[in-house]
C-alpha cells in the first residue's frame, strides 16, 4: 500500500493520495479519507454517484 504523499507549490500544501480505480485500493483510499474527515465523508455527497 502506497503512502499519502505531501506536495508544496508556495504557499499551498496538499496532501494527496493516488486512487487507480481498482477495489483492492479504494478500501485504503476510504479509510485514509476518513481518517482525514474526522468520518465526515460521504461518498454518497459527491455528483459521481449522485
Do not use: C
Amino acid at each position: 500500500m502506497s503512502k499519502p504523499q505531501k506536495f508544496r507549490k508556495k504557499p499551498v500544501e496538499i496532501e494527496a493520495m493516488r486512487f487507480e480505480g481498482n477495489n483492492a485500493r479504494s478500501h485504503d483510499v476510504y479509510l485514509w479519507i476518513e481518517e482525514n474527515t474526522g468520518g465526515s465523508y460521504d461518498y454518497r455527497d459527491t455528483d459521481e454517484f449522485g
